[in-house]
């Protein structure tokens, strides 16, 4: 764990935070409306080929517009979506619980994809952003392949500790790992009663589930990501899981060109 919350503050201190950072001078400030009203913001970048971009926790989908991975996609003439998952950025903070629940945030993206009248794309998310992706293969059919970055196999446990110390930490009981994490959450201002819920409601897929995804999927972490487990374990839990490693630990490895040269040819190639 302590590892993990040296990782956790450096994403913290280096990534864009909170609404203030949400929208740059260029963006077209585009909204969705979901199944339950709630407002979703998304960005479209170029005309070709789709690929959604999910990001990870306490961040927003801007955080991509600063990885290589993002610049090779546009300059490879893709049409790169990203979003602000519900309870970040520019998008709505519901804070009731059952916002979260029952897959609310694939819904989301289901419902996006529906809206840019998108009926076949790839799908690529970084740590809490992979746990959505694996929501999406299994319950939307338009996804062609997907990446799973960042993450190990302990999301497939319901009841993963990880998750609910992070749930607790934000919601105000003494966990001193992640006292930092709270402390940097309230010093930026963002919504911690939602970031709480997002914990509570976070999905899980069993094991059982990912063996009847056959879509490919490319599973890739870094070689010093060792809270996240990012070894093969989790590719081989999918009949067409594929596993790459990089150099880097959790923060550093998103952001890499190794990380987007895998990523880019597994895309054209899948």
Same mark, same amino acid.
């Given at each position: 764990?302590?590892?993990?919350?040296?990782?956790?503050?450096?994403?913290?201190?280096?990534?864009?935070?909170?609404?203030a950072?949400?929208?740059?001078?260029?963006?077209?400030?585009?909204?969705?409306?979901?199944?339950?009203?709630t407002?979703?913001?998304?960005?479209?970048?170029?005309?070709?080929?789709?690929?959604?971009?999910?990001?990870?926790?306490?961040?927003?989908?801007?955080?991509?517009?600063?990885?290589?991975?993002?610049?090779?996609?546009?300059?490879?003439?893709?049409?790169?979506?990203?979003l602000?998952?519900?309870?970040?950025?520019?998008?709505?903070?519901?804070?009731?619980?059952?916002?979260?629940?029952?897959?609310?945030?694939?819904?989301?993206?289901?419902?996006?994809?529906?809206?840019?009248?998108?009926?076949?794309?790839?799908?690529?998310?970084?740590?809490?952003?992979?746990?959505?992706?694996?929501?999406?293969?299994?319950?939307?059919?338009?996804?062609?392949?997907?990446?799973?970055?960042?993450?190990?196999?302990?999301?497939?446990?319901?009841?993963?500790?990880?998750?609910?110390q992070?749930?607790?930490?934000?919601?105000?009981?003494?966990?001193?790992?992640?006292?930092?994490?709270?402390?940097?959450?309230?010093?930026?201002?963002?919504?911690?009663?939602?970031? #709480? %819920? !997002?914990?509570? *409601?976070?999905?899980? &897929?069993?094991?059982?589930?990912?063996?009847? =995804?056959?879509?490919? $999927?490319?599973?890739?972490?870094?070689?010093?990501?060792?809270?996240?487990?990012?070894?093969?374990?989790?590719a #081989? %839990? !999918?009949?067409? *899981?594929?596993?790459? &490693?990089?150099?880097?630990?959790?923060?550093? =490895?998103?952001?890499? $060109?190794?990380?987007?040269?895998?990523?880019?040819?597994?895309?054209?190639?899948?």
């Amino acid at each position: 764990m302590k590892l993990f919350l040296f990782f956790l503050v450096v994403i913290f201190l280096q990534m864009p935070s909170g609404r203030a950072s949400a929208v740059n001078a260029t963006d077209s400030l585009q909204y969705f409306t979901s199944f339950d009203g709630t407002r979703i913001h998304y960005t479209v970048t170029g005309t070709g080929a789709p690929v959604l971009l999910v990001h990870g926790f306490i961040v927003n989908g801007d955080s991509w517009k600063k990885t290589a991975l993002y610049d090779s996609l546009v300059a490879h003439r893709y049409k790169v979506i990203t979003l602000d998952l519900r309870g970040n950025g520019a998008s709505d903070h519901p804070r009731d619980s059952l916002a979260y629940l029952d897959d609310a945030e694939t819904k989301d993206i289901m419902g996006l994809m529906t809206w840019l009248n998108i009926n076949n794309y790839q799908a690529v998310g970084y740590s809490r952003g992979a746990i959505i992706v694996s929501r999406l293969l299994v319950l939307d059919a338009r996804v062609r392949s997907a990446v799973m970055g960042g993450m190990g196999t302990a999301f497939t446990d319901p009841a993963w500790p990880r998750r609910q110390q992070f749930y607790e930490a934000l919601s105000g009981k003494d966990v001193p790992e992640l006292a930092p994490m709270v402390k940097y959450v309230q010093q930026s201002g963002l919504d911690q009663r939602a970031l #709480a %819920m !997002m914990q509570l *409601g976070q999905p899980s &897929t069993t094991p059982q589930e990912l063996a009847g =995804v056959h879509q490919p $999927v490319l599973v890739i972490g870094g070689d010093k990501d060792e809270d996240n487990n990012t070894g093969g374990a989790l590719a #081989a %839990m !999918m009949p067409a *899981g594929m596993h790459g &490693t990089v150099a880097g630990d959790h923060n550093s =490895v998103v952001r890499s $060109v190794p990380f987007a040269e895998w990523v880019l040819d597994f895309l054209q190639k899948h």
